[in-house]
């Protein structure tokens, strides 16, 4: 009868779990953009997006060597992560409590359900694939999956904790042990996890640590400059800035300019197209700019080629004095204003004391 009671919380449980996935994929359905996702999570992750430090792409993908090397760069800090819980380090107590709870849990699997086991195993292995383990913070989406993973992990653990029975005394001990650790570790780690959100409370309501919002110099010149409606288009890449514009809009489906995109006819044609069906007014190119230790001029090149002849920088405007700049770009070399619309934008652009233009 507890057996049967088990089975059925377990299937209970992974119901729950799976039904925001279900409705995920529903709702692409629906959409009719499950094309688009396949496009952007699986022919662009295979195809251009892979080219982590030690895999080395061959004439065909071999997924087999791809996910070995995903799993062998995880443990590289995963190993050394768990290794730490022995110094008792409650400075930052939350990377442990991940680490340990998501440690149990595997085991916890493997007697209970050794299929499962191993599927928590590899979707484990591929929670954090651009992520140092021994680094994480609350600023680091980059393993949020495995944060996330190891705090389910922690909970799971200590709900499954009075259900395992084990016969060998020794064995008992060192689970209780262990558990007693994770919940030792778990306290701090929400003790710190109070502090850092009240923390961050405090210096935003107080002002002293500017959001983005507070801070967000492109989008507040676009807006001085753009009505609402208009056109523009600001990189490589500045979701930062782009989601606090207020009147103009983004031409079509790319907010940024990526490396990649160069490397693949698909995603260069279809990223020219947007400017194609509705060209910005305004582009702000950042120059200076660099993605994965590649400069914006050189992946970018391809778009800087297309928006020749179509729109001109200020710095070949002639008379045109740059009086002063927002701090995040150079109005002077990463302007682009479409020439149909020069002239109108230079009176807006004198206005607001950008600049003065000698006739």
Known sequence: MREKKEKKELVHFFQIALLP??????????TNSWKEFYISNFVYNTKLYMHIPNYTPGRFFNPVKFALTVIHNFYQSYIPLLVRIKEFNLYFPVDLTIALGSFLLFFVLLKEKPFIAILFFFILSFSAPRSNLMKIGDRDY??????????????????????????????????????VLLLFYGVFASLFLIQNAYDKFFFRYTQAMP??????????????????????????????????????RLPGKFPT??????????????????????????????????????????FG?????????????????????????????????????????????????????YISQTK
């Open 142 to 179: 980059q393993s949020g999956l495995f944060i996330a993973l190891g705090y389910i992990s922690a909970f799971l653990v200590l709900w499954r904790y009075s259900f395992i029975r084990i016969t060998h005394e020794a064995v008992e001990i060192f689970k209780k042990a262990l558990v």
């Open 257 to 298: 300019l990526l490396p990649q995109f160069r490397e693949d006819e698909y995603f260069k044609t279809e990223f020219i197209r947007q400017f194609e069906t509705n060209p910005p007014q305004l582009i702000i190119f950042k120059h200076d700019a660099s993605i994965f230790m590649t400069p914006a001029m050189e």
């Open 301 to 353: 090149k391809f778009f800087i080629d297309w928006m020749e002849g179509k729109y001109v920088s200020l710095e070949k405007i002639h008379g045109v004095t740059v009086l002063k700049s927002p701090e995040t770009f150079n109005m002077r070399t990463d302007i682009y204003i479409r020439k149909d619309v020069t002239k109108n934008l230079l009176i807006k652009l004198m206005q607001t004391g």
């Open 211 to 248: 959001s983005v919002y507070d801070h967000a110099p492109t989008a507040f010149f676009i807006d001085e400059i753009l009505e609402k409606g208009d056109y523009y288009w600001v990189g490589p890449y500045e979701p930062q800035e782009e989601f606090f514009v207020k009147k103009a």
């Open 21 to 30: 996935y279900v409705l995920y994929v529903i709702m692409l359905i629906v």
